[in-house]
């Protein structure tokens, strides 16, 4: 790879959120401002390559992005006066300050950025793939692998959300007070399912995706510091602790290893003190836990724990209740059961289970005959439990655990 590749590639990956943020402010069109910061890297590789790597590749870019934006309204001038007025107030001759560079505007950008991609007018899986692509600078090839999608999907929902914004007329700015709280919500979901999916794959043959987990670390890094809400420490939080016992997840084949069989002493101390320190951050603010707050309360059970059996269980199933209270999911009443199991025995915890099975609400998903084999194991009910391990297998979609299931099943 020659060095200027190489050196677009490593700022577009820094920096892509301040730029793409930069030039959507300045052309009040986020889809425009995505396509010129990509004219602006092709010209980058063709011209950093013959006349090196410019002292100050940001600016370079900015610089080139502007005047490519520059000349779409100077094309668009021809039939509406309103981008004439445009491309005669961002003329690159004219005088005085730009505002382009503008230091203290450079954080509103990035924040402003985030909010837009994760509009709630946006489907879901929407919202992922354009704040994959805008602010997490992934490219559309890389968004595909991490989801498992062909990239033509990636693509048609980048689009997609990029005409509905623009249809509703989403204004490219930080939300005032009175719409925040929601579109904070959005945000923070946005980033956890992104988390979610590189911690605990849903498909494919790895178990974890790290390089996922960590642009979902790394976003909600950048959210905090510029939108310092308790709710966003409990994300970290939750995130930092479930991150903690990355290094202990796979064995040395790769393989996956489960809470009860890891080895606690891999586990990463200083993740897990950032965890609990952002956790004490929320906790102080105080408006009680939120969701996020509340699960990364879970996870510092389990982090503090020095085996499974000392784990407070207690404390897991009081907050998995309060959980289940402030964000209702048959997910957290699975979780719950388990929870129930491990204190009261795996009786109490099955005839949860049942319950829960009976509703329908999880039978697409391969969670709950998992959780009931081993439970079913547990109480010595051997042959219904291989049932309840096949039939989990055969719904699971990720190819690491689905091969322990049909392990366990033997």
């Keep these: 790879m020659s060095e200027a590749r190489r050196a677009v590639e490593a700022v577009w990956r820094m920096e892509s959120a301040r730029i793409v943020g930069a030039l959507a402010r300045y052309t009040g069109d986020l889809a425009l401002a995505e396509d010129v910061a990509q004219e602006a890297l092709a010209e980058a590789l063709v011209g950093w390559a013959t006349g090196g790597v410019p002292d100050n590749p940001v600016s370079w870019l900015l610089t080139t ?17 309103r981008y004439a007025a445009l491309a005669r107030d961002l003329d690159e001759t004219a005088p005085g300050p730009d505002l382009l560079f503008d230091p ?48 033509a999907t990636v693509q048609a929902r980048i689009t997609r959300a990029k005409k509905t914004l623009a249809a ?29 999916e590189g911690s605990s794959a849903s498909g494919g043959d790895a178990w974890m995706r790290t390089d996922l987990a960590t642009e979902a670390q790394r976003l909600a890094r950048v959210l905090v510091h510029l939108e310092p809400d308790p709710e966003v420490f409990g994300l970290i939080a939750l995130m930092e602790l479930t991150a903690a016992r990355f290094p202990a997840r796979l ?39 939120g969701p996020y707050g509340l699960q990364a ?71 709950l005959p998992s959780v009931r084999a081993e439970l079913l194991s547990r109480l010595g009910r051997r042959d219904e439990a291989r049932v309840e391990y096949l039939r989990a297998a055969e719904l699971c979609g990720n190819a690491a655990e689905r091969e322990i299931l049909l392990e366990r099943a033997g």
């Design 297 to 367: 309360s879970i996870a510092e059970c389990h982090a503090l724990a020095p085996t499974v059996a000392e784990t407070d269980w207690n404390r897991v199933v009081l907050l998995y209740e309060a959980l289940g209270r402030v964000a209702p999911s048959p997910v957290v009443e699975l979780n719950r059961a388990v929870a129930v199991a491990m204190g009261s025995g795996p009786s109490a915890g099955l005839r949860l289970v049942d319950e829960l099975a009976a509703t329908g609400v999880l039978a697409a998903s391969h969670l």
């Design 104 to 151: 203290d505007a450079i954080d509103d950008d990035v924040l402003a950025l985030m909010f837009t991609a994760c509009h709630p007018v946006l489907p879901r899986e929407s919202r992922i793939a354009l704040t994959l692509r805008v602010v997490g600078g992934l490219t559309t090839d890389e968004i595909a692998k991490a989801f498992l999608v062909p990239v």
């Design 168 to 196: 509703a007329r989403v204004p490219f700015r930080v939300p005032d007070a009175r719409e925040r709280p929601e579109r904070l919500a959005s945000v923070l979901s946005v980033i956890y399912l992104i988390f979610t």
């Design 65 to 81: 992005g502007r005047r490519r934006a520059i000349d779409v309204f100077r094309r668009r001038s021809a039939g509406d006066e």
């Design 251 to 289: 064995d040395a084949s790769g393989r996956p290893v489960l809470l009860d069989a890891q080895d606690r002493s891999r586990w990463d101390r200083s993740a897990i003190r950032r965890g609990t320190a952002a956790l004490e951050r929320e906790i102080a603010a105080g408006r009680g836990l």
